[in-house]
């Protein structure tokens, strides 16, 4: 049956948006993402769209960032036979969008469609090229002190994640440690230091498919944009956080004759092929990200497994630094809020200001166990309903993605909706206020489906651990080490002792996946207030002696610092090629 209305966003919005668009539109409706429908084949995308028919087709977009994917969901909603299409501006004023509109983008699409192939088909030839190069030599020069940091991605209008405050962090990170940064992105900055300068490049005025290939056509008027700035403004580095099928940093490092730092944060056409859909033209994506890491002078990377991965993929282990997400310690501060602010929140919710909160927060991805967190809370609502109403125990799961209709589902059929608060997406301003509100966080991440390591460094992770609380976590890689010593759940007892005062126990670990062992964590820490206050005490004091975002810029700029004056004249080793590798195979 079709919806009477149905809304197509780029992304989840927040709950308060939505919220709001409910009253605009006036009766209820169907929401659909473009990640939604980027998971389908072309044909079979179109055929979706030609087969969906509502009375009314609502666009939001719920802020500046949301407007510059505009086009294609204008584009998209052409393809649908909508009676109407409405446009829902930031401000909630509602235009409405005409079919003959609709045509001329259809029309435009079919532009620039050849546009990027045509684009594509030049990088392919250009990136055969640069594979063959050596790298270029330059010497690490510490009194130009200004850094052009390149945001090079099309998935524009996140609000939320660990994305933003990593790029945050590093900026903010930077400037703090006295570097001029610009800041080159298609879409304005998220809790950026207003003192960073700001380069807006236009992104592409229409989309093409397949979808990929825009990165390619996007990147020459990137180009464009930086080669102007690069001309009039001395720049002692170039830092490009590696995006999907984009080599820009290795263009202008060659062109200005400037060092290339590389943010890797695992291989984008792994990620596209086992959470989500494999690239299109894979190969030349492969090449893209093996032009970058071949002509970086450094490559910054999150944890030991994605380490050994370049090394594997080529990377000379001098030219690695390795150093875990990180947090602002300004920002992931518990003393921010008072109790009063803190109650405040839990009311907007329903919560009371007497129940023992266990938090979740995450884009709900597929790594991050939001599903198995679902089946503990289900089984506590289905076994131990008493247990529960005893301690007053109330989930809160902060966050949407992929994986939240899973997660809906097990709470609903557990009966468990009330004692479970869905919370949306919320800004990430708004992240900490709703950590501070908690009482216990929990971090049930998952190992990868395919049997590789887990490779991440999880933001929220170094997040909880600022906020004071009493963790959960998975004894899995980098999360193990980082909250070690722990306490292992299946060896804690009710009668265990308290802690002592030279205990430096940060966290209670679990099997990743294990529902049984979520189940029991979250009971020893309402159980027992005297260890979960201790844990969260000793995870604070890590936090800020080890993971915040000072530590970690001066981890990459000590390591800038110590490049061999010479070593970029080697040529790059393409030992690994792309079919290789655990990531590329």
Request: include cysteine; hydrophobic fraction near 45%; aromatic fraction near 8%.
């Amino acid at each position: 049956m079709q919806p009477e209305v149905l809304s197509l966003s780029a992304y989840p919005l927040s709950q308060r948006f939505q919220d709001s668009l409910a009253v605009v539109i006036g009766q209820p409706y169907q929401r659909a993402t473009l990640g939604d429908l980027r998971e389908l084949k072309p044909a079979t995308l179109i055929l979706t769209l030609w087969r969906m028919r509502p009375d009314r087709l609502i666009l939001p977009l719920e802020d500046e960032n949301s407007t510059a994917l505009l086009p294609i969901v204008r584009l998209i909603a052409g393809f649908t036979r909508a009676h109407r299409i409405e446009i829902v501006g930031p401000d909630l004023r509602v235009v409405q969008v005409s079919r003959l509109g609709t045509l001329i983008d259809v029309a435009r699409f079919v532009g620039a469609s050849i546009s990027s192939a045509v684009r594509a088909t030049l990088s392919a030839a250009e990136l055969r090229s640069l594979l063959k190069k050596p790298r270029i030599a330059v010497a690490a020069d510490d009194s130009l002190r200004r850094v052009l940091y390149l945001k090079t991605n099309l998935w524009m209008g996140i609000k939320a994640g660990g994305s933003i405050g990593h790029i945050a962090g590093v900026i903010n990170g930077l400037h703090q440690a006295g570097y001029g940064v610009t800041f080159a992105s298609a879409e304005p900055p998220v809790m950026v230091d207003p003192a960073v300068k700001l380069l807006h490049v236009a992104p592409p005025a229409t989309f093409g498919m397949p979808y990929g290939l825009n990165n390619y056509r996007f990147q020459a008027s990137f180009a464009r944009a930086a080669s102007q700035v690069l001309r009039t403004t001395p720049f002692g580095i170039i830092y490009q956080r590696l995006s999907a099928a984009n080599y820009l940093g290795v263009v202008l490092s060659r062109r200005f004759k400037l060092p290339l730092v590389v943010e890797y944060n695992g291989s984008e056409t792994w990620i596209a092929r086992n959470w989500g859909r494999a690239m299109s033209f894979n190969g030349l994506a492969t090449m893209a990200e093996e032009a970058m890491l071949a002509h970086a002078h450094l490559v910054v990377t999150i944890s030991d497994v994605l380490r050994d991965e370049l090394i594997a993929r080529g990377v000379a282990p001098d030219r690695i630094v390795t150093y875990p997400n990180c947090i602002d310690p300004e920002v992931f501060d518990p003393e921010r809020f008072s109790p009063t602010e803190r109650n405040a929140l839990r009311a907007r919710y329903g919560i009371t200001p007497d129940s023992q909160v266990a938090a979740f927060i995450g884009t709900f991805g597929q790594w991050h166990g939001a599903e198995v967190l679902a089946q503990a809370i289900a089984k506590l609502a289905l076994e131990q309903r008493d247990w529960v109403a005893k301690h007053k125990c109330h989930f809160m799961l902060i966050g949407d993605g992929p994986k939240m209709k899973d997660v809906q589902l097990r709470i609903e059929q557990a009966g468990a909706s009330d004692i479970c608060t869905i919370t949306g997406l919320v800004p990430q301003a708004e992240a900490p206020l709703h950590l501070a509100s908690a009482d216990y966080l929990i971090s049930p991440h998952v190992a990868n489906a395919d049997g590789s390591k887990f490779f991440g460094s999880p933001t929220k992770l170094f997040e909880y651990m600022a906020m004071a609380k009493g963790i959960y976590g998975s004894r899995l890689d980098q999360i193990e080490h980082v909250l070690s010593p722990s306490l292992d759940v299946l060896a804690v007892s009710p009668d265990l002792p308290g802690p002592s005062s030279d205990d430096d126990s940060t966290a209670i670990l679990g099997q990743p996946g294990d529902v049984d062992a979520l189940v029991e964590g979250i009971k020893f820490l309402v159980e027992r207030p005297d260890w979960a206050r201790h844990l969260a005490r000793n995870a604070r004091a890590k936090a800020l002696s080890q993971y915040t975002w000072a530590h970690h810029v001066g981890a990459i700029l000590d390591a800038f610092g110590s490049l061999p004056a010479n070593e970029s004249t080697t040529r790059p080793d393409a030992r690994t090629p792309a079919s290789q590798g655990r990531r590329l195979g």
